[in-house]
């Protein structure tokens, strides 16, 4: 199976940038789709933006769309999230995501997700 390894998050200023980088190891990465998904407190874990295997096909959750940019490099087995314009509602844990050949069709689907890095904390302050 895969291990994913998050790494990036922080602390920043509403307006501010950010960028996500989850390390894949121990399987062929681009035999995965990816997702990052992100857990504020008292809400649940929700999907946000997924890139299918070849990283042709993304998603983007309304909420993001337009700020965040999912990218993979499958030479450096590492998935990526630039996060512009943070505002405060988006301070949460965010956590990668890996499903095992899931389709370009499939990556908006959240449960088809099954393998998770231990997550990092995005703190956005206004």
């Known amino acids: 199976q895969v291990q994913l390894v998050e790494s990036g998050g922080g602390l920043v200023q509403a307006g501010g940038s950010l960028r996500l980088s989850c390390a894949a190891s121990?399987?062929?990465?681009?035999?995965?789709?990816m997702g990052w998904f992100r857990q504020a407190p008292g809400k649940e874990r929700a999907l946000i933006a997924a890139?299918?295997?070849?990283?042709?096909?993304?998603y983007y959750a309304d909420s993001v769309k337009g700020r965040f940019t999912i990218s993979r490099d499958n030479a450096k087995n590492t998935l990526y999230l630039q996060m512009n314009s943070l505002k405060p509602e988006d301070t949460a844990v965010y956590y990668c995501?890996?499903?095992?050949?899931?389709?370009?069709?499939?990556?908006?689907?959240?449960?088809?997700?099954?393998?998770w890095g231990q997550g990092t904390q995005v703190t956005v302050s206004s």
């Open positions: 995501a890996a499903s095992y050949g899931l389709g370009y069709a499939m990556i908006s689907r959240a449960d088809k997700y099954d393998y």
């Open positions: 890139n299918s295997r070849s990283g042709g096909s993304t």
């Open positions: 121990g399987r062929t990465f681009s035999n995965y789709a």
